[in-house]
Every structure is written in C-alpha cells, then in structure tokens.
C-alpha cells in the first residue's frame, strides 16, 4: 500500500497570501497524484488531477506540481472561500487508492 | 443537473447490516466506474470500494473484505453498497463517487461526489 504524508498538518495564512502544501509518497507514483479540497458539512471537491491538472472550474491560483515521490499544491494568493482542508490521493498503484492525512489552511 | 444523492445510513448496533444507496442523475451512469469513500468523524478520507462501469470488476479495502459489497443497477442509474457484520470502526460518512474517466478501467480519481450517508455502528 502506498502511503501519503501531507505536510504541514496546519498552515496559518491571511487572504493574498501563497499557501505551498506537501505530499510525500512512500515509494514513487509517477505523476499519478490528486488533490481534493474539503470544507467543513460538505463533500470534497476534485481540484488538481495528474499532478498538473486542474479540474473542470477551479481557478488559477491553484496549481500543482511534482512527479515521483514529492508534490506540491500551490495556492497562489489565498482567497476568503480557499481557507479548508486539503488532501493528496494517488492512483498509482490501487487498490487500494489512498490519501493523505490532509492538510487545514486556517485564517491567521 | 448532474449530481448523486447518498442514502440508507442510519444508527444500527454492531453485527447488523445496511444498505448504502446513490442515485445519480444528469450523466450517463452506465458510462462510468464510481467508488465508495468514506470519513470516520474527525478524521480523514477513506477509499472503501469501486466497481466498473458495466460491474465486471470489483475492489476493496482490505478492512471491509468479506463484509462489504459494492453493486450497481445502471437501468435505475443507482450504485449500492451492502454493508454486512458492522464493526464500531465502520462509523463514519459514506460518500459515493464518480470515477473521472469513462469506460474501462476507472482512472481512479473522482470528480463528482454525494453529500454522504451517515453510518453510525453503536450498541
């Protein structure tokens, strides 16, 4: 099974600011990597898939990065609604499909 | 308007049985693997089963092989989970997912969600 580590567990940001998440693979996935976007009472939504994609809708300021065991979810300049929880989940090697243990972007 | 609609969750003892639905509309269900994910209270996200887009194939985490089951009715556009031998760990909220791509094999991403089912297993 393979394992994700999302880091930091807790980003404290303002609005406009750039907020740069983690995922760590435990062994290599590719470019075969998600990035979900939870608000709290609602379901997740898919923003970023293949690494680089961004899903049907999102805006800009999101963008992803990485390949292999090491990614990255850059928000560009935060907005009031991008303040929530985010997880990483991969489809390398599945089943199972896994994801990180999220990471929460709260207001500073 | 395309969307799923989770339902069946409920507050049951340990032992029993539940079953989980999700009625889509709006797309071509038939077209589509979709998956079963779920979040125990507090905590993060879960994959628990997917099926492919005709039923011919199957998955499971390893924690609900034997227990659970996933079908799906694509002349009622609805996707279903059994869920069998409940176990406390089993609480959570069970969400039903589209798969991102069409047709064989499912891609493995999910791009369109319920708003979730809420199972709570509880003597």
């Known amino acids: 099974e393979i394992v994700l580590t999302q880091s930091p567990a807790t980003l404290s940001l303002s609005p406009g600011e750039r907020a740069t998440l983690s995922c760590r693979a435990s062994?290599?996935?590719?470019?075969?990597l998600a990035w979900y976007q939870q608000k709290p009472g609602q379901a997740p939504r898919l923003l970023i898939f293949d690494t680089s994609d961004r899903a049907t809708g999102v805006p800009a300021r999101f963008s992803g990065s990485g390949s292999g065991t090491d990614f990255t979810l850059t928000i560009s300049s935060l907005e009031p609604e991008d303040f929530a929880v985010y997880y990483c989940?991969?489809?390398?090697?599945?089943?199972?499909?896994?994801f990180g243990g999220g990471t929460k972007v709260e207001i500073k | 308007q395309v969307q799923l609609v989770e339902s069946g969750g409920g507050v049951v003892p340990p032992g029993r049985s539940l079953r989980l639905s999700c009625a889509a509309s709006g797309f071509t269900f038939s077209s589509y693997g979709m998956h079963w994910v779920r979040q125990a209270p507090g905590k993060g996200l879960e994959w628990v089963s997917s099926i492919w887009y005709d039923g011919s194939y199957k998955n499971y985490v390893d924690s609900v092989k034997g227990r659970f089951t996933i079908s799906r009715d694509n002349s009622k556009n609805t996707l279903y989970l059994q869920l069998n031998s409940l176990r406390a760990e089993d609480t959570a909220v069970y969400y039903c997912?589209?798969?991102?791509?069409?047709?064989?094999?499912?891609?493995?991403?999910?791009?369109?969600w319920g708003r979730g089912t809420r199972v709570t297993v509880s003597s």
């Open positions: 997912a589209r798969d991102i791509g069409r047709g064989l094999p499912p891609r493995g991403y999910f791009d369109l």
């Open positions: 062994q290599s996935i590719s470019t075969y």
């Open positions: 989940q991969q489809r390398s090697t599945w089943p199972p499909l896994t």
